[in-house]
């Protein structure tokens, strides 16, 4: 930090100890210069609250306040709205947030994922102006919108395409692996992935390493091995619409 001329704020800074670790003493402190740094059982980074626990429980609910609020704002000018302005309005200032960084969700029981699902319930009626009690799914066909955690998914596979076609991130290719038969199978050009031997804590089950390579290898056939993103992404929000929309 002095070398690259910075100062440490201690009010942005937060040491974060995972008690699944059993090496770490969390009664350290850590001396920077004058300033010290005590273990805290959140910590924020890139606006995304961190758990010691690693559930994002905080963050869920600091998502789906901070979302509740800008929708109570809209529903006092929807009168003076019409739909499409609404649905843009919507897009930008509420689902824009739930979609943030929403990969980290992956794996998360439907349980702890459900504040964030009822926020974008209540974004939809709202485009529609419809009561609290309407049934949603129509409205999301109409919005061309996927559930949240089917929205987690897409977002992860397309991630895993890209790293498979070498334009992810380098450090992405080390996570994923592929699937290749001990003999000549016709399994061979089908572009599957090895899926790890789940050990250690049950978070271990929702890592990325873990978690995209069943989803991928859950995908038809005719998707992995599509030859260009844009088709594949097309493909596969169609799929996932299907899935959890169209034949629920």
């Not at 008690?19 to 890139?46: D, M, V």
């Not at 509420?94 to 459900?114: F, M, Q, R, T, W």
């Not at 498979?164 to 016709?186: D, E």
């Not at 844009?230 to 299907?242: A, C, E, P, Y």
């Amino acid at each position: 930090m002095r070398e690259h001329h910075l100062k440490l704020n201690l009010a942005k800074s937060e040491l974060l100890v995972i008690p699944a670790c059993p090496s770490i003493n969390h009664n350290l402190t850590i001396q920077l210069s004058s300033s010290t740094l005590k273990p805290t059982r959140t910590a924020r980074n890139l606006g995304v609250i961190l758990e010691d626990s690693f559930t994002f429980t905080d963050h869920i609910s600091t998502t789906a306040r901070s979302c509740r609020f800008i929708l109570y704002k809209i529903k006092k000018i929807r009168p003076y709205l019409t739909e499409q302005a609404t649905q843009i309005l919507v897009q930008a200032l509420v689902i824009s947030k739930l979609d943030y960084c929403n990969s980290l969700l992956s794996g998360l029981p439907a349980s702890s994922i459900e504040p964030v699902q009822m926020i974008q319930n209540a974004a939809a009626r709202l485009v529609f102006n419809q009561p609290k009690r309407t049934h949603v799914t129509p409205l999301f066909i109409s919005l061309h919108w996927l559930p949240v955690d089917a929205q987690i998914k897409f977002k992860a596979l397309m991630l895993t395409y890209k790293t498979l076609s070498g334009t992810a991130p380098s450090y992405l290719n080390s996570l994923l692996k592929a699937y290749v038969p001990s003999r000549n199978l016709r399994s061979i050009n089908d572009r599957r992935l090895v899926v790890p031997t789940q050990r250690g804590s049950r978070s271990f089950s929702r890592t990325f390493k873990l978690t995209v390579p069943q989803w991928w290898n859950e995908l038809p056939t005719s998707i992995p091995t599509t030859e260009s993103l844009t088709i594949f992404k097309k493909q596969l929000k169609t799929h996932l619409f299907r899935e959890h929309l169209t034949n629920p």
